[in-house]
């Protein structure tokens, strides 16, 4: 595999470059499943079932062996390169969608992928120490440094460890040395050689330790944490708008005189002809796409309003810690929770000014 993967290349100006495997799948097989799909309703609805399971699939097995991937990053960017493509070659040519809106899909499509590319950037890795690994090593007690599954000790000004290990994380932040006053949340990582600040964590995909990491996402392969957040929550609300708005104007295209919800389920003459069947297909795919991404958005608003991240409500879950509210949707930790207003007021505030140490880093 590795073999393969590294003779893919593509020629270029400056010698040939060379192309991860993993961004071809993707490029090639969503036209394929999408265009059989439309050949006849039993196959659209076998394909579409299917596919959100494959997806998954790769994504727990990827997950588990904890590899960092470039399909999903593929899957998304092609799913809307190639659903706005089949638009105007489908859907704009039949004379129901006026220049106005076509123009105002266009620019929810550009603004969330340039809120995309915000989110891309420096999630906020934390600096790695200039020393190499070892002269770190060779400057921390040995005896105040107990070993964790996931390379997280704690070191206390007594050198006895702070947390206890759990699963690979560390439960409750480990006291650090005298040089940090009493009452500082910190914890140590081996894995970086540094000290993390409060709410800080390591991703084992990235292999970095990120300012308040949310979860490591896939969609964008990167971390979001506290330089991202928002470009994130961005990104994802753009998406929703934007899709929501290009299912509805193909629908009343598809299906004249039917609100979308009722022609979503029953369009009678979706299969009267080709291009209204690669329409309809395209429309419930993107349905099915902007469901699991509204779910995402849901999750990441009902967090952000209680002040809690994603790795936090995962901790909490498992050292038993923290409140299910609203069904299980959210974990409410009470550690950092000051109220709707207070919360987003946080949130909205994030990555405006240089790190530094606040109210939060305080038990």
């Given at each position: 595999a590795d073999t393969v993967a590294d003779r893919v290349r593509v020629p270029w100006f400056a010698g040939a470059v060379k192309i991860k495997v993993s961004l071809v799948p993707p490029l090639v097989l969503l036209p394929v499943f999408l265009h059989v799909a439309a050949l006849h309703f039993l196959l659209g609805l076998v394909i579409l079932t299917s596919l959100p399971v494959v997806v998954l699939w790769y994504y727990y097995l990827t997950h588990r062996r904890k590899e960092r991937t470039l399909f999903f990053l593929s899957l998304g960017l092609f799913s809307l390169g190639y659903m706005y493509y089949v638009f105007l070659q489908e859907v704009v040519p039949r004379g129901h969608v006026g220049h106005s809106q076509v123009v105002a899909l266009t620019g929810g499509l550009v603004l969330m992928l340039a809120a995309l590319s915000r989110a891309k950037k420096d999630p906020g890795y934390l600096p790695i120490p200039a020393g190499?690994?070892?002269?770190?090593?060779?400057?921390?007690?040995?005896?105040?440094?107990?070993?964790?599954?996931?390379?997280?000790?704690g070191v206390t000004p007594s050198g006895a460890a702070g947390g206890r290990a759990v699963n690979g994380e560390t439960k409750g932040y480990s006291r650090v040395s005298a040089e940090e006053p009493e009452g500082v949340k910190k914890d140590w990582c081996t894995k970086c050689q540094l000290v993390r600040p409060a709410r800080a964590g390591h991703c084992r995909l990235c292999?970095?330790?990120?300012?308040?990491?949310d979860h490591h996402c896939v969609w964008i392969n990167s971390c979001v944490g506290e330089q991202n957040h928002q470009a994130f929550i961005?990104?994802?609300?753009?998406f929703m708008l934007t899709s929501v708005y290009g299912i509805t104007l193909t629908l009343h295209t598809v299906c004249r005189g039917r609100t979308p919800f009722v022609a979503l389920f029953y369009c009678p003459g979706a299969y009267s002809d080709y291009s209204s069947a690669l329409?309809?297909?395209?429309?419930w795919y993107c349905a099915i796409v902007t469901a699991g991404m509204g779910y995402i958005l849901v999750i990441q608003l009902l967090n952000i309003s209680y002040n809690v991240t994603e790795r936090e409500a995962r901790l909490a879950l498992r050292d038993n810690t923290g409140r299910r509210l609203l069904g299980g949707?959210?974990?409410d930790t009470g550690q950092y929770n000051r109220g709707f207003l207070?919360?987003?007021?946080?949130?909205?505030?994030?990555?405006?000014?240089p790190p530094q140490r606040s109210a939060e880093d305080i038990v």
């Open positions: 190499d690994e070892k002269s770190s090593q060779r400057g921390l007690p040995n005896k105040g440094v107990r070993g964790s599954s996931n390379g997280l000790h292999g970095r330790c990120v300012r308040r990491l961005l990104a994802l609300s753009f329409s309809f297909t395209c429309v949707l959210v974990i207070c919360n987003w007021g946080h949130f909205l505030s994030l990555g405006s000014s």
